[in-house]
């Protein structure tokens, strides 16, 4: 009786779509003995930054198309593929007293939400010594290994189209959301010290406000399963207080509910990200994110990180309310609306959704009083690629590394 | 007359007409706009053709989200079970964002199927429906662009139960329940920005036939 | 919203079957069930509890229309405390460690189809919950409510019947979908049949 009620409950509840109740969230994929790079010396960024570029495949057209773009992010090197918008996640070190540089991780298919190990080696040894002694590698860079059993070489073909970085990859909910499954929730201190390995330059982050008045990373305006766990973790976020989230809510992959000021301290501090686009939930939200947003910007600043901050103001109400306050001072604002709400605000950015078209002339207009502008939010790369094709200065996606990939194929650099 | 839904042998030339409502339940907060959570008005008919044949013609829509779908399909009786093939065609329409109606996007579907029912001719007949969506087209046309995909697509299927009850000379009522699996592709508005890799959901609906 | 809609349609689906005007009777069925109810085990984790109430009394209002056919439309609507629990708090820099006050209730509208077996009843159907959150943290209390759309089944055994009343004993399975919550109930019925 016990095994049968519990199959009519699992048939409904699967009917339910509901979804997201117990299943097991995805944790990345390791070598289970600490791989070669246990006892390697960690490369140099220096090294990793040769890797970068776009790179001819030989191998198994299906697993990673003809070309993948590699990219190095701080101390990881990412592989980004066209085919299932795969990527692959990479550490680098150096074995054998330098005469091995070895790269190790794990990929996915985000759209098919496979996974598994990645092991390349750097070749010829050649460009293997050089790497590891942090010198120009002398010959044509090659990396050479196994996406599970499957053997690939690729061979870099060219460095990346934008070095300079004009072209933002803005990932959404920070990184990834928590039902794409990234190894993090969405909105929470651990995605966004992933976003840079994703492919992002910058993260957009929902900025919620608690009974108390702190400024909290949370999309929704309730807390439910689909977000966030813990028992009582259920109803309005704006009636409970900083300690109660604390107390009572974890997100869905067990993680803390970060405040705003943390979440600026991560970006600032541990990411190579170059930007935060807030996505104010409400006018209330506006004020406490702008101070945060201008202090964390002046500390970016003092640092010598540059960290473009785009306050977003998704309503007129939000537009009204930025333009009756003081401008802060370094962060920018971000209208979803009009074209004209950007000029009349000053903002230096103007998002409109992607529905609305590729709206040129009015991206012209923005253009000529010195804003930038962006599209949200794309995934597909039949859209991508459409909207590639109108020059934008960023695009918000939750595949970064399609986007990127897609960049290096047919983008131009704005 | 015959049924609407329930598949057996129809006379050539008998039809039956129904009208009813119907509504998705989709994870609320997953989807960003709201017009998933609009019932559907559904409209359809079911006519016999001869020598066991018969055809459907259905549409279900709430301006946002609409769909025009033909069927044929072959019914026979074995014994108490009455068991039908049947192939649909269907095309549908909606909008993709709800701020001005900017964006149109179609797609068109064939879904082949078979249907099994039984029950009593006066009373209560119980049929299962089930369904394979099978996407060809999609189409998006947005303020000044265009993306259209033209790749086949085994975009999920579904699985209705639905009960007919005899009502007064000759109409019924029927109410029932689909359990979906779709893929993110088979409706673009389904797969817009907050959509998982493929999803079950329950569609509820109830109607009048006369 | 979409719960609030799901529920009428089903319960106007349900209500045509009183159409059949060229066949009477018509009879309703009301009753009133005072139980007990628990929260699922995999609903509520152990860790940190130091004091728990799983459950609590409960009580609803079940009305189903009783007609010529196999099946009864029913509308029922009940309430009931889901949990409470004294748990050990880590706030972080937020407070430290601390307790945290706990209580979860539940209010719940079903509508869908019952079955009549004699004495037995069987329904089920979808419903409307409404969960309700009291937290004390740090001497502050916080109250907040979030509504699940779910599904709700049932079964009651009339065991003594007297004209139109009718005691017996029943149970339901509260699946809050959304919400991720199973509750049961066992209870107590006390029920009325009004005139054909």
């Not at chain 3, 609803?60 to 050990?88: N, Q």
């Amino acid at each position: 009786m016990a095994s049968d009620l519990r199959a009519l409950l699992a048939l409904v509840a699967l009917a339910s779509a509901c979804g997201s109740g117990a299943r097991e969230r995805f944790t990345p994929p390791a070598f289970a003995d600490g791989g070669l790079l246990r006892d390697a010396v960690p490369a140099s960024r220096a090294a990793l930054a040769q890797l970068s570029g776009v790179h001819g495949v030989e191998g198994d057209a299906a697993l990673l198309g003809d070309d993948v773009v590699v990219r190095a992010a701080g101390d990881r090197l990412s592989i980004f593929a066209r085919p299932d918008a795969t990527y692959a996640v990479l550490r680098a070190g150096c074995r054998d007293g330098g005469d091995t540089f070895v790269l190790e991780g794990y990929y996915r298919r985000a759209t098919t939400v496979a996974s598994g190990l990645v092991r390349l080696f750097a070749e010829p040894e050649t460009n293997a010594r050089a790497l590891c002694r942090g010198e120009p590698a002398p010959a044509p860079i090659e990396l050479a290994g196994t996406f599970d059993d499957s053997s690939v070489r690729l061979r870099l073909q060219r460095g990346a189209r934008d070095p300079s970085g004009r072209f933002f990859v803005v990932a959404h909910r920070g990184g990834c959301r928590t039902i794409d499954d990234c190894g993090a929730s969405e909105n929470s201190l651990e995605v966004l010290r992933l976003a840079d390995a994703l492919g992002a330059d910058a993260v957009e982050v929902d900025v919620q406000l608690t009974s108390d008045g702190v400024p909290i990373l949370y999309h929704d305006d309730q807390f439910d399963p689909r977000l966030a766990s813990g028992a009582y973790c259920r109803g309005r976020v704006a009636d409970f207080t900083m300690a109660h989230v604390q107390a009572l809510c974890r997100l869905a992959g067990g993680e803390r509910v970060p405040t705003l000021d943390d979440a600026f301290r991560t970006v600032v501090d541990e990411t190579t990200l170059r930007g935060v686009w807030l996505d104010v939930k409400s006018v209330d939200v506006l004020g406490p994110a702008s101070e945060l947003a201008a202090r964390h910007w002046a500390r970016a600043k003092a640092a010598g990180r540059d960290v473009t901050i785009a306050v977003g103001l998704p309503t007129t109400e939000l537009i009204d309310a930025w333009r009756a306050r003081p401008a802060p001072s370094g962060p920018t604002c971000l209208a979803e609306l009009e074209a004209s709400d950007a000029i009349d605000a000053g903002c230096g950015v103007w998002a409109p959704r992607w529905t609305r078209g590729l709206l040129e002339d009015d991206a012209r207009r923005v253009r000529e009083h010195g804003g930038r502008v962006a599209y949200w939010t794309l995934d597909e790369e039949d859209f991508i690629d459409t909207f590639l094709g109108a020059h934008p200065d960023a695009l918000l996606t939750n595949r970064p590394g399609l986007v990127r990939h897609r960049f290096e194929s047919i983008g131009v650099v704005p | 007359m015959p049924s609407l839904v329930f598949p057996e042998p129809a006379p050539a030339g008998h039809a039956r007409f129904g009208l009813g409502v119907s509504v998705d339940v989709l994870p609320r907060r997953l989807v960003e706009s709201e017009i998933r959570e609009v019932p559907r008005m559904v409209g359809q008919t079911r006519v016999g053709v001869g020598a066991d044949f018969f055809a459907t013609a259905r549409f279900a829509g709430n301006v946002l989200s609409n769909e025009l779908s033909v069927s044929a399909g072959y019914a026979h009786r074995f014994g108490p079970i009455v068991a039908a093939l049947h192939e649909r065609v269907a095309f549908w329409l909606g909008y993709l964002g709800v701020e001005g109606f900017d964006t149109t996007a179609w797609g068109l579907m064939t879904m082949p199927g078979a249907s099994i029912g039984a029950g009593d001719p006066n009373g209560f007949r119980f049929t299962a429906t089930l369904e394979v969506f099978l996407v060809h087209a999609q189409h998006v046309r947005l303020p000044d662009a265009t993306v259209e995909r033209r790749r086949f697509l085994v975009a999920g299927g579904a699985l209705t139960l639905t009960v007919e009850d005899r009502v007064g000379k000759s109409s019924l009522v029927y109410y029932g329940v689909t359990a979906t699996l779709a893929q993110p592709d088979y409706q673009l508005w389904l797969a817009f920005s907050d959509s998982e890799q493929r999803r079950v959901y329950p569609t509820f609906f109830a109607g009048y036939g006369f | 919203m979409r719960a609030w809609i799901t529920t009428s349609i089903v319960s106007v689906a349900m209500t045509p079957c009183v159409a059949r005007a060229e066949q009477p009777p018509f009879q309703l069925e009301a009753s009133a069930s005072f139980g007990y109810t628990r929260a699922s085990s995999e609903s509520f984790g152990g860790d940190g509890r130091l004091a728990v109430q799983n459950g609590g009394p409960s009580i609803s209002a079940h009305v189903a229309a009783r007609l010529r056919h196999p099946v009864m439309p029913f509308v029922e609507l009940g309430t009931t405390p889901v949990f409470r629990s004294d748990d050990a708090a880590d706030l972080g820099p937020w407070g430290g460690t601390t307790t945290a006050y706990n209580r979860l209730s539940a209010t719940w509208a079903l509508a869908g189809p019952e079955v009549p077996i004699g004495p037995l009843r069987l329904f089920g159907g979808v419903g409307a919950y409404r969960l309700a959150v009291r937290s004390t943290v740090l001497g502050v209390t916080a109250t907040s409510t979030d509504w699940s759309f779910g599904y709700g089944f049932g079964a009651t055994v009339h065991l003594l019947s007297r004209e139109s009343f009718r005691v017996g004993v029943g149970g339901r399975v509260l699946l809050l979908s959304e919400a991720e919550l199973v509750v049961y109930q066992a209870a107590l019925v006390v029920g009325w049949v009004g005139p054909r």
